[in-house]
Each structure stands twice: as structure tokens, then as C-alpha cells.
């Protein structure tokens, strides 16, 4: 897990002066260059009537 938040890390940093569709970078409109990570929850469904 911390191999690929190392990874998620270096790939903002290189995207941060990278222009984006609109034109400026994310460093010129502000954008900080982190990734905010999202909990992990277990889905229990429940068995369809087959």
C-alpha cells in the first residue's frame, strides 16, 4: 500500500505543470499536487433469485 502511495505521489508531482484540457496547469490554477485517499468498505450483496 505504501509502494503505491509513494507512486500516486510521484505521478502528481510530475503532472503538476502539466496543462490540463481547459489550458492552465494545475499549478497555475492552484491545485495542490496530493491525492486524497478514499476509505475501503466491504459490499456484502445479497444473493439474486436464480
Known amino acids: 500500500m505504501d ?3 509513494a507512486a500516486l ?8 505543470d502539466v496543462p490540463t ?3 492552465p496547469t494545475p499549478r497555475q ?3 495542490p499536487a496530493q491525492a486524497t485517499l ?5 459490499i456484502n450483496r445479497k444473493p439474486t433469485g436464480q
Request: aromatic content about 0%.
Open 3 to 5: 509502494d503505491g502511495q
Open 9 to 16: 505521489d510521484q505521478l502528481l508531482e510530475r503532472l503538476t
Open 21 to 23: 484540457p481547459a489550458g
Open 29 to 31: 490554477i492552484g491545485i
Open 38 to 42: 478514499l476509505p475501503v468498505i466491504e
